[in-house]
């Protein structure tokens, strides 16, 4: 979307983002997926009718939850269509962490024992 179609749609439809704010347009679709390769229906129906606009519905749900209750505002300004959104343009945020050796073999430890535990309630 250019500089000049953002402008104009922000006018328009009136967007809580500032005026010189990058839009963008997400198409989402049905494409397969890894799931898709190994479900199969009846009558040798292949993938999900409709994922995309079910996964579409979920995000959003999930999304408008966190805005409602103050913990995140999010990206989608505006949803004309299932497989459309309006949203204003990121930038991502870069995140470095460290894991110091100590806590990883700890984190191993329990992984461990976990795994312990799970053999011994399925052959015991």
């Not at 839009?23 to 009718?49: H, K, Q, T, Y």
């Not at 519905?57 to 408008?64: D, G, L, R, T, V």
């Not at 806590?103 to 799970?118: D, G, K, M, P, T």
């Amino acid at each position: 979307m250019t500089e000049e179609d953002s402008r104009r749609l922000i006018k328009e439809k009136g967007y809580d983002v500032a005026e010189d704010a990058p839009l963008a347009i997400m198409v989402i679709s049905d494409r397969i997926s890894a799931f898709d390769c190994i479900w199969r229906g009846e009558g040798n129906l292949r993938g999900i009718p409709g994922k995309g606009a079910a996964l579409n519905a979920i995000s959003n749900h999930w999304f408008q939850l966190f805005k409602d209750n103050g913990l995140a505002d999010s990206h989608i300004l505006d949803i004309p269509h299932p497989f459309v959104w309006i949203v204003q343009k990121a930038k991502p945020v870069m995140i470095e962490c460290y894991l110091s050796p100590i806590y990883y073999w700890f984190y191993v430890a329990s992984l461990r024992e976990r795994r312990a535990r799970i053999l011994r309630y399925h052959f015991t």
